[in-house]
């Protein structure tokens, strides 16, 4: 189970008509219900583990169960919540937020939307204690970094704002009270229907925008009246694909460094959340982490779903949807190698197509039950040479005094001694040590150009006060050449005389 607030989740939809009818084959290999073997970027069998992994042959149910049951809970106490469906196009993001269809699909099918907004309704109408409420809706997508209402097209550029009472807001969204599920569903299929979709080489149809389900609810309980208020964001995000595979050039490349760079601002986010102790959030890197702001950090609740294709020919973008799952829960989902002795047993695997083809390099589940129980314990020489790569390559791109402050925080947190929670995979951790670095010092320049432009305006109004009274003092001279007696500032308005600081007796 999650040990945070943010719980990480993968899901594998099944190989589809066409990746079957091309023979393709199943690039991962199940462990149990949370891990699964696959090859990493060296061609590596390594067990990859999460709260939970759901396989082609899990409901919709099992998802909405796992992942959201405790964020509706949550959020009828008051509590925010976020859930967030990551991948590259064609992996089952929408699929698990909205099944096939929003309005007509059957109950086995129907996706977290639907479940969640019914949950809510049966959580408030079933709850003794509870004795008024209301629930609003709205729908944005966000393209290019523009926040378009897509319950009212004509609101393209909405802005972010925050307020004590709200707490993060977007002002203006169209906000639709809604009495039960389906109401809601009709006004979001409205919304569905308005979402911005781009042109790829990839998929005609794909989703370049990611779209953001806000779901308020506030009501009133006894005994104390106190009036409760939570709300709950859903995010089917745009795919994740690297652009060179989309072969996009102008407007879509746009689309896709936008998308990639939010992308990484939410993996930012998500990753400094799961730190111990966290001393920068960088949510105003991209308008996705500002909107989540409140429903993401402090007590609220997220569940990322990595959605992935198991097919052999998209195994690269999944893999980077795993590694995006597991550098956003870095402390629960180690990888962890498997021992050479067993990937090189060469038995059949229940995944691949062909019995004898083993060059795929997954496990038959006998396998990788063995692998599991013959982990290699670490001993302390083992540690110390770990720890040892581990902070020779962050000294490469580190200062001295920073790797020492890293070794102290990896201590602290348990990652380098901890026999559990080893850091195997040096690049990937070297790589959160730095982007935690780079976040860091992008704030103290954002501080920085903050003083630089508040001295820079108070310089201003000096040197405009010195002009005035350089202006004053001058005419003043005049004036006592020309006139031997009376008061020196006689001819000056005493309003700009204590504008410069000067009071006449
Ligand atoms: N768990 C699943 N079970 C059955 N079919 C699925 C499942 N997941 C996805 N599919 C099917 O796979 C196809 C692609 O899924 P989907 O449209 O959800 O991808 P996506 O990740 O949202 O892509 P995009 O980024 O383009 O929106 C769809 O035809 C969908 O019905």
């Known amino acids: 189970m999650s040990n945070s607030n943010v719980t990480v ?7 589809s008509h066409k990746e079957r009818k091309g023979n393709d084959k199943v690039c991962f290999n199940k462990l149990d219900s949370e891990s699964f073997v696959f090859k990493d970027e060296r061609d590596e069998d390594v067990i990859f583990s999460f709260d939970k992994v759901f396989y082609d042959d899990s409901e919709q149910s099992d998802v909405y ?7 509706v809970a949550d959020a009828v106490n008051g509590i925010n919540g976020t859930i967030i469906t990551y991948g590259q196009t064609g992996a089952g993001k929408t699929y698990s937020m909205e099944g096939p269809s929003i ?19 049966e959580c408030l109408k079933t709850s003794a204690n509870i004795t008024t409420w209301t629930v609003k809706l709205s729908m944005v997508e966000i393209y290019l970094e523009k926040v378009r209402d897509l319950l009212d097209l004509s609101k393209d550029n909405l802005q972010i704002k925050e307020s004590k009472s709200q707490g993060i807001f977007i002002s203006g969204a169209t906000e639709i009270s809604i009495m039960n599920g389906s109401d809601a569903l009709e006004r979001l299929s409205e919304g569905i229907a308005n979402r911005a979709v781009g042109e790829t080489q990839m998929n005609l149809a794909s989703s370049r925008s990611h779209c953001l389900y806000i779901f308020s609810v506030q009501h009133e309980s006894t005994p104390d009246e106190r009036v409760r208020a939570g709300k709950i964001i859903l995010v089917d995000l745009a795919g994740s694909e690297k652009v060179e595979k989309t072969g996009a050039e102008g ?18 986010v998500i990753n400094a959340l799961t730190t111990a102790k966290p001393n920068h ?6 308008k996705l982490t500002r909107i989540l702001q409140d429903s993401l950090g402090g007590s609220s609740r997220a569940a990322l779903l990595c959605c992935c294709s ?24 180690l990888p962890k190698p498997i021992p050479t002795e067993v990937y090189s047993a060469k038995k059949p695997s229940p995944y691949s197509h062909d019995q004898d083809d083993l060059h795929d390099g997954t496990l038959s589940k006998a396998d990788s039950i063995q692998s599991e129980a013959s982990y290699p314990s670490l001993d302390s020489c083992d540690h110390d040479y770990l720890r040892e790569r581990l902070l020779s390559k962050l000294r490469l791109s580190l200062k001295e005094e920073d790797v020492d402050l890293l070794e102290e925080l990896f201590v602290q947190e348990g990652i380098i001694f901890d026999p559990d929670k080893v850091v195997l995979d040096i690049d990937s951790a070297c790589h959160d040590a730095a982007s935690q670095q780079i976040a860091f010092l992008v704030e103290a320049v954002g501080e920085l150009s903050e003083t630089v432009q508040e001295l820079t305006d108070e310089n201003e109004t000096l040197r405009h006060q010195l002009e005035v009274a350089q202006e004053i003092a001058a005419r003043a001279q005049c004036a006592a050449a020309e006139r031997s007696g009376g008061s020196l500032f006689g001819f000056v308005p005493a309003a700009v005389l204590r504008l410069v600081g000067f009071v006449p007796d």
């Open 9 to 15: 989740c993968v899901r594998f939809r099944p190989l």
């Open 65 to 71: 169960n796992f992942l959201a049951v405790p964020i």
């Open 103 to 121: 309005l007509h699909c059957n109950e086995l099918k129907t996706g977290l939307v639907q479940r969640v907004l019914n949950g809510l309704f």
């Open 251 to 268: 407007r879509v490349l746009d689309e896709a460094k936008t998308i990639n760079k939010s992308l990484s601002a939410l993996g930012n």
């Open 281 to 286: 959030v960088p949510y105003r890197d991209s």
């Open 310 to 333: 198991p097919s052999w020919s998209n195994s690269p973008e999944s893999l980077s949807t795993i590694r995006f799952g597991t550098r956003t829960k870095l402390i629960k989902t």
